[in-house]
Nanobody, 117 residues
């Protein structure tokens, strides 16, 4: 089993910054890629950023140039540095871990990010 625990969310003013962390434990050797998703009130969860163990990254157009995803393989932890935050970034942010063949291994419990003045 893979377990993911997010942290780092909170309340920030527009234009501010936060850094989210997601620590993986359990069968972490099976993880090939990790990502961040977010969910505003409602059922839809949207992709924010992904990163492979080799460091290849992808970002949603809405966060390019503002967010940076990174991974520390030794610590089994993925980070999301969020700069120039906007009110529309407000959501619960979830991390996820995928296997080499693209199977979703686990979801974290989520961490709330609120951008408001």
């Amino acid at each position: 089993q893979v377990r993911l625990v997010e942290s780092g969310g909170g309340l920030v003013q527009p234009g501010g910054s936060l850094r989210l962390s997601c620590a993986a434990s359990g069968r972490t050797f099976s993880i090939s890629a990790m990502g961040w998703y977010r969910q505003a009130p409602g059922p839809q969860r949207e992709l924010v950023a992904t990163i492979t163990n080799g460091g290849r990254t992808n970002y949603a157009d809405s966060v390019k140039g503002r967010f940076t995803i990174s991974i520390d393989n030794a610590k089994n932890t993925v980070y999301l540095q969020m700069n120039s935050l906007k009110p529309e970034d407000t959501a619960v942010y979830y991390c996820a871990a995928d296997s080499r063949i693209g199977v979703r291994l686990s979801w974290g419990q989520g961490t709330q990010v609120t951008v408001s003045s």
